[in-house]
């Protein structure tokens, strides 16, 4: 089976998604090298990490963390792109299973009730055709068994109106709006928001002010990178 894998490879041979190299038949989505030179993050114990101390005094996340190290152009930010524009959905799949496989070696996450992702917004995901958080939290979703819920928390439309005003707006980063359709269906439940990269953290910090709107609602947050 692995021969004939592999005469498949020399003739329709996949590539690594960091660094472009020919993959070995035993390697999938990225080579060796690169899955042992990608920078995890140091999550310490998910309560007091860079992620927490960013969002301090803005948000009040219970716990936080993410897998890697976002640098621009690192082997982060190319595996991470080639998932948001080149259609590459198995890599939110194996960030998921990575995430999730750590995950599982720790208690904190068996409290969380549900996850639910950074939605895009509609125009966007028609664009692209998915959003690239789906396949990650489903496969956190298999790993810590909890729920994944998407479509309750939306992004909605920026006004067209007031050019001024959204000038403004997007110089304080807060153009983004996220509306909550349904108050009560995070009542008393500890919700892990999932994201791709967070750098300045505007984008959970607006998902947060909608979230919690909701009666006792507790809000953590796991990303796929953060920026450092
Ligand atoms: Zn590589």
Redesign the pocket.
């Known amino acids: 089976m692995k021969k004939l894998q592999s005469v498949f490879q020399l003739f329709f041979p996949s590539f690594?998604s960091?660094?472009e190299?020919t993959l070995l038949f035993n390697e999938t989505i990225?080579?060796t090298?690169?899955r042992h030179d990608l920078p995890f993050f140091d999550n310490k114990n998910f309560v007091s990490n860079p992620i927490q101390d960013a969002f301090m005094g803005r948000i009040n996340l219970k716990y936080s963390g993410a897998l890697f190290e976002y640098r621009k152009k690192g082997k982060a930010q190319k595996l991470i792109h080639n998932l948001k524009y080149k259609d590459r959905q198995d890599i939110g799949v194996f960030l998921g299973n990575w995430l999730g496989t750590i995950l599982t070696h720790t208690n904190t996450f068996s409290e969380i009730d549900c996850i639910i992702p950074v939605p895009l917004h509609p125009k966007k995901k028609r664009k692209r055709g998915y959003n690239q958080l789906t396949k990650f939290g489903k496969a956190l979703s298999y790993h810590l068994q909890i729920d994944y819920v998407e479509g309750i928390l939306l992004r909605t439309s920026k006004t067209e109106t007031q050019t001024y005003k959204k000038r403004l707006e997007r110089f304080r980063n807060t153009e983004t709006k996220f509306e909550l359709i349904d108050n009560l269906a995070f009542r008393k439940k500890h919700i892990l928001l999932i994201d791709d990269v967070i750098t300045t953290g505007a984008t959970v910090e607006s998902c947060y002010q909608e979230l919690i709107k909701t009666p006792n609602i507790t809000i953590s947050v796991l990303a796929m990178a953060f920026t450092v």
């Open positions: 690594c960091c660094c190299n990225i080579c090298d690169c």
